[in-house]
């Protein structure tokens, strides 16, 4: 079986999304050179903006927002959207106390549609398959993301055939062309590292494809039978040994050291030891 790089949630991100994340990042310079030019705010002004407490507050959340966009943490979905109320409420503090623009609602409107059009954009990048507050089933298992064929048998005997784009413990993300309905029962099929996975599951959630996303469902795993649950931890165990290199090792080995290493782990076969109790004497 071929599959492909494993790589973790910020291995996943858009350009678009980590530019976001670097101009939050960089809100308490960007903050007055923008509040400067469309609210027209002159100098002094600005410098009772950057001495006010208020300001570094809102630098505060905005830095974190931009470090959990950066870094692809679930709560900077949360954040993200507490950090844009106390943009739009400071942009009305400045604007009616500083600004000297002729057409001061105006720019406070269009200021505030710019950050509502990003909320939405931003939105559609993190919607799939990662932080959405509705995906809570398996946010607490870390996700790797490969490419690997499965076999999908429905609950009515026919079969599909798809591809398996990240899993975890709690379930996979398989991007198919076929239909399934929300909530139906399934059995998903595959093979990684040498070991067989096979597993009934639900289907959570869909997606049509877009630009960043494919099309596919979110499969969440139906309680594993003692031995699958091993099999699957032993996998995702070699995929996240796969995802540490990836990320730690990438830059102190040579080019064809580095390849030639993640070749040997993808092609490794892994062996599930089942330990069975010992007859009673």
């Known amino acids: 079986m071929n599959y492909g790089l494993a790589i973790t949630v910020k291995e996943y991100t858009t350009k678009f999304l980590k530019s976001v994340a670097l101009c939050f990042m960089a809100f308490p310079v960007l903050y007055i050179v923008a509040a400067a030019l469309i609210f027209d705010v002159p100098a002094k002004p600005c410098v009772r903006i950057l001495l006010s407490p208020s300001y570094y507050l809102l630098c505060f959340w905005a830095t974190l927002t931009g470090y959990g966009l950066w870094e692809m943490k679930r709560w900077t979905w949360y954040v993200f959207l507490f950090t844009n109320i106390l943009i739009v409420y400071s942009n009305a503090l400045v604007v009616s106390e500083y600004g000297e623009s002729n057409h001061k609602l105006l720019a406070f409107l269009a200021s505030t549609a710019a950050l509502i059009i990003l909320i939405f954009r931003v939105g559609k990048e993190v919607k799939v398959p990662y932080f959405l507050p509705r995906i809570r089933w398996w946010e607490s298992d870390p996700r790797y993301r490969l490419s690997a064929p499965v076999a999908i048998t429905r609950e009515n005997g026919g079969h599909l055939d798809g591809e398996i784009l990240d899993l975890s413990m709690g379930g996979c993300f398989i991007k198919l062309r076929t239909e399934l309905s929300q909530?139906?029962?399934?059995?998903?099929?595959?093979?990684?590292?040498?070991?067989?996975?096979?597993?009934?599951?639900?289907?959570?959630?869909?997606?049509?494809?877009?630009?960043?996303?494919?099309?596919?469902?979110?499969?969440?795993?139906?309680?594993?039978?003692?031995?699958?649950?091993?099999?699957?931890?032993?996998?995702?165990?070699?995929?996240?040994?796969?995802?540490?290199?990836?990320?730690?090792?990438?830059?102190?080995?040579?080019?064809?050291?580095?390849?030639?290493?993640?070749?040997?782990?993808?092609?490794?076969?892994?062996?599930?030891?089942?330990?069975?109790?010992?007859?009673?004497?």
């Open 183 to 281: 909530n139906e029962t399934i059995t998903v099929k595959f093979v990684l590292f040498g070991q067989v996975v096979e597993t009934p599951g639900s289907v959570v959630w869909r997606t049509m494809s877009t630009v960043t996303n494919p099309k596919g469902v979110g499969v969440k795993f139906a309680p594993l039978p003692k031995v699958q649950k091993k099999v699957l931890k032993a996998v995702t165990l070699q995929l996240k040994k796969i995802s540490q290199l990836y990320r730690s090792s990438r830059y102190l080995m040579t080019q064809d050291e580095f390849f030639q290493k993640m070749r040997e782990m993808q092609n490794e076969k892994i062996v599930v030891f089942q330990h069975q109790d010992k007859p009673h004497a």
